[in-house]
């Protein structure tokens, strides 16, 4: 069983940056697409990056120009740098991937098939 491991939140202060990263607990599988999500308390889950397979990479209006995802050589690890962070920033975040073939023919990049168990990053004024 593929698992998704995440590593990286903790609290700032605004302005202040941080490095989530995930990393696949296996190769056996091509990871295809990489995503990030966040969801504050009492708020919907956001889409806030995506990694697609051709290299495109999507962001929310929110997180543009601040945050950037990429992902190691291997494609075993994905990444997300956020810099000048602010409160409105804080949530739990979680990574997100399509991982093998099957799955990718059948639907592209459009919904992860496996998910990270999330990282609360807080984000104080």
């Known amino acids: 069983q593929v698992k998704l491991v995440e590593s990286g939140g903790g609290s700032v202060q605004a302005g202040g940056s941080l490095r989530l990263s995930c990393a696949a607990s296996t190769n056996t599988y091509s990871m295809y697409c990489m995503y990030w999500f966040r969801q504050a308390p009492g708020k919907e889950r956001e889409e806030i990056a995506t990694?697609?397979?051709?290299?495109?990479?999507l962001y929310a209006d929110s997180v543009k120009g601040r945050f950037t995802i990429s992902e190691d050589s291997q494609k075993i690890t994905h990444y997300l740098q956020m810099n000048n962070l602010k409160p409105e920033d804080t949530a739990m975040y979680y990574c997100a991937a399509v991982l093998g073939t099957q799955y990718y023919s059948d639907y592209g990049c459009s919904s992860p098939n496996y998910w990270g168990q999330g990282t609360q990053v807080t984000v104080s004024s």
């Open positions: 990694l697609e397979s051709d290299g495109t990479t």
